[in-house]
């Protein structure tokens, strides 16, 4: 991860946050010197704490611990730290709280903007479980304020403004900041297209044949097979380039760079493996292309076992001639002479294997600069898939549950209703809602609660992945189910297996064990709703009338439900 961003947004933020603590120091001086009733040792702590929090600044501004994230998260929340602890010792009195509240709500934006985009769950749950009381807090004491403490409202409205518009101007630049490292990744990658050395080397190549074919007379049949395999090896390489450029779906883009291999150099097999996570992928994902029978299962097989295997042994390329068969056992059948193995990525972040294998003996004995621009741009396209699947995933998940959100669902949703009427097939929508969960939040807390959300939402998304279909937080505690394809007949155990898998669940927070259930509307097209624009509604609709029948159920719509009903 570039980390350059966020130090940079810290250290620019730290010329306001000293303004900020003049204003505060300010405004107690005043309340001090105003009010018979301010005690001397209050307005001493807040001098303390204030002093305590620059002191802190001055560190991370002067010294190389603004270059460690950790170091930088460990001082941010020090001081998130320090200002609940001052916010505690002025609890319930009327003087300095709000500013107090305001450099808390800095603090916590400043932790979160410290923060990696992977723990982006656990920020904003940090800022929701301690950002929100503070807000109201903060509005409760305003409320409370009598007329003639203007002067001191005035200083804490301003303190507030001024944290607020620092914060926000903080976050926007750190957005721009990520947009222009998506935009150097790009002209990075233009610039390596523009000065690849593969593509010139074929290009001298073609000179030097030409050249050889006017001074030494070389056989023009063998001139014309060099320059017709240089030319295809540039034409494949401009088609694999200007699919990258367009694409950032790998699988698509390893179909493409295998197919224009196999096309121009006409090999044994040609295989790609990338290992999960590596761009947001939940699973490993094979690309293998070969005409001969069963060896791409043999080849996948073996993938990520010899991918570990060169990773412990450190080694980045393998080429296999003698001792072919002892080395790849499962080649000892098969008519295969050469094989080049070769580490995609380097050392600690290599992500996956690149394996090629023909008859021809001896055949990667000669120059390998094709394969090697190839890969190349096989890396390119990974590092910009990772970016934008990135940027993808923080606009499509939801925040506490990371699976789909609601406005990414309606897009998937939209594109499967339009698939299943195009191919006039089916669909079934199931919407279901926790049983009591206000219950649940008033009992053991928000935060139990949030975990009994995630829960389900984890128990849902494995379920329904199973049968091809997509899950979303819809809203609070409902969710809603999609299965394309499946008539109510099958969606129906389908769902009562996600049913009885929710209900067995228990949710083990502090000293409690906290059990589940769920209410669960099921409808389908076109068996019961013969308008695809009302799957939701309908299961909407059966979703209520379980709740309003006893909860802890799955109804399955049968097309007497009316709105009225419910």
């Known amino acids: 991860m570039n980390t350059e961003p ?13 303004v900020i603590y003049i204003v505060f120091f300010l405004q107690r001086l005043l309340l001090q010197f105003e009010s018979k009733d301010i005690m001397l040792s209050k307005t001493i702590c807040i001098l303390v704490f204030l002093v305590l929090c ?10 190389d611990c603004m270059r460690s994230l950790t170091f930088l998260r460990v001082a941010r929340y020090t001081q998130c730290l320090l200002a609940t602890v001052m916010l505690a010792f002025f609890q319930g009195t009327m003087d300095s ?3 107090i509240i305001a450099l808390l709500l800095m603090f916590i934006v400043d932790f979160f903007l410290s923060m990696e985009v992977s723990d982006k769950t656990k920020a904003v749950l940090y800022l929701a479980g301690v950002g929100c009381p503070v807000v109201i807090v903060v509005f409760i004491r305003m409320a409370m ?31 721009v900041k990520k947009d222009d490292i998506i935009l150097d990744e790009r002209n990075r990658f233009a610039r390596i297209v523009e000065k690849n050395e593969d593509i010139l080397n074929m290009q001298n190549k073609l000179k030097n044949t030409n050249n050889q074919l006017n001074i030494q007379k070389l056989d023009l049949q063998r001139a014309n097979k060099q320059i017709k395999e240089a030319n ?23 179909n493409q760079i295998t197919d224009s291999i196999m096309a121009v150099k006409k090999l044994g097999f040609c295989a790609v493996y990338i290992k999960e996570n590596v761009y947001l992928n939940k699973h490993a994902n094979y690309v293998i292309k070969t005409n001969i029978g069963q060896l791409q299962s043999k080849i996948k097989d073996q993938m990520e076992s010899t991918y570990l295997e060169m990773v412990e042994q450190r080694k980045s390329e393998v080429v296999l001639y003698e001792n072919l068969k002892e080395e790849i056992p499962f080649l000892q059948d098969v008519n295969i002479n050469s094989v080049y193995i070769k580490l995609l990525g380097t050392g600690d972040e290599s992500y996956g294997l690149f394996m090629i294998g023909d008859e021809r003996k001896n055949l990667f004995s ?25 940027m993808q995933h923080m606009a499509r998940k939801d925040g506490l549950t990371g699976i789909n959100n609601r406005i990414y669902f309606n897009e998937l949703f939209k594109e499967s209703v339009g698939r299943m009427l195009a191919a006039n097939g089916c669909m079934s929508v199931a919407l279901f809602d926790i049983d009591k969960f206000k219950s649940v939040n008033d009992t053991y807390g928000h935060l139990a609660g949030d975990e009994v959300i995630k829960r389900i939402a984890s128990v849902a998304e494995q379920c329904i992945d199973k049968y091809n279909g997509f899950v979303c937080r819809y809203g609070g505690e409902e969710f809603v189910a999609a299965l394309p394809n499946r008539k109510l007949e099958i ?39 013969k308008n695809p624009d009302e799957l939701l509604k309908r299961a909407d609709w059966c979703m209520y009338y379980a709740k309003e029948h006893g909860r802890h159920q799955v109804n399955v719509d049968d097309g007497s439900i009316e709105k009225m009903d419910v």
């Open 145 to 175: 304020r009598s007329s003639d403490q203007w002067m001191f409202l005035f200083f804490d409205m301003l303190m507030l403004l001024l944290v607020l518009i620092t914060e926000a101007m903080k976050l926007v630049e750190y957005v």
């Open 366 to 390: 000669e120059s390998m600069s094709f394969y090697n621009a190839i890969i190349a741009q096989y890396d390119i396209a990974i590092s910009n898939a990772k970016i934008y699947n990135e």
């Open 54 to 63: 620059e002191v802190i600044e001055e560190i991370l501004y002067h010294t």
């Open 232 to 254: 295809e090896e540039m034409k494949a390489q401009a088609v694999i380039m200007h699919y990258i450029a367009s694409s950032f779906e790998v699988p698509k883009i390893s």
């Open 97 to 99: 709280g709000i500013m």
């Open 6 to 18: 966020a130090f940079e947004l810290q250290k620019n933020g730290m010329a306001m946050h000293r």
């Open 491 to 529: 969606a129906q155990p389908i769902i009562e297996e996600l049913f009885e898998e929710i209900c067995r669940q228990v949710v083990h927070y502090n000293e409690w064990d906290i059990g589940m259930s769920v209410s669960i509307g099921l409808t389908a097209y076109p068996e019961v709703c």
